[in-house]
């Protein structure tokens, strides 16, 4: 089992939470867990659950804490379990002070719907079409075999058409694009400059110092070169 390093926590945390990272910190993540395979499992979970810091609005200690409590809850443990292995002392405290039993599943219950532990929960979440994979195929198995074997036209039609459904193939995307072109003021004064050409071309030709057809072969002519 390797030990948490201050260098691969700091990576995972977001910019704002990596100045509450120390070695003393370290140290204290790498003494909590006595089990290798414990320690081991709370160590990567520390590493893949830091987005749920990202809006900065939960201490470092939170985050400590609620991954250590959601791993023990992955590993099976009840509500009362998780609380009390996550927090040994405040548990031990309870129980000298008498607290009553239902009194201590009040706080435990309230600390396992807390925000920051069902954001921790969200992101251990596996998709269920990941997750039932299995019976996806299954299922498109069965229905492949009712198109082909089962009696009634009705059946193996409507397998064939769950098939079709389920496995056509995706709508190409049509994308529109939409561009705006700006107008700065170069090319409004190109345009301007155009117009003005133009207007003093029909000029000369109205004037007959030039036919169209002179005008067209011409070229470009700019305002004050002709007489």
């Known amino acids: 089992m390797y030990p948490l390093t201050e260098e691969q926590f700091k990576e995972a945390l977001p910019p704002q939470v990596k100045k509450s990272v120390n070695q003393a910190l370290i140290d204290k993540i790498n003494s909590t867990l006595s089990d290798p395979e414990e320690m081991e499992h709370y ?5 893949s659950y830091t987005s749920v810091m990202a809006n900065g609005k939960f ?3 939170n985050y400590l804490d609620a991954v250590r409590y ?6 099976g443990a009840s509500n009362l379990s998780a609380y009390s292995r996550t927090f040994p002392d405040k548990y031990q405290g ?4 008498g607290v009553a039993a239902k009194d201590i599943a009040s706080y435990y219950t309230a600390y396992n719907k807390s925000k920051l532990v069902n954001l921790i929960y969200e992101q251990t979440l596996v998709p269920t079409h990941v997750l039932n ?7 498109l198995n069965t229905q492949a075999d009712l198109m ?3 009696t009634s036209e009705k059946v193996r039609t409507d397998a064939a058409n ?13 994308f529109e694009l939409d561009i705006g072109i700006k107008q700065d003021s170069a090319i409004s004064e190109l345009q301007a400059t155009t117009r003005r050409l ?4 029909m000029k000369i030709i109205q004037s007959g110092g030039m036919t169209a057809q002179d005008v067209a072969h011409s070229g470009l002519v700019i305002e004050g070169e002709c007489t």
């Open 43 to 47: 160590r990567d979970n520390l590493l």
């Open 70 to 75: 959601v791993g023990f809850k992955l590993l």
């Open 94 to 97: 309870f129980l000298a002070k």
């Open 133 to 139: 994979a299995d019976l996806y195929q299954r299922a």
């Open 162 to 174: 769950s098939i079709l459904t389920h496995l056509k193939r995706p709508e190409t995307q049509k």
């Open 148 to 150: 082909a074997n089962a």
């Open 198 to 201: 133009a207007e003093q071309q």
């Open 59 to 61: 201490k470092i200690q």
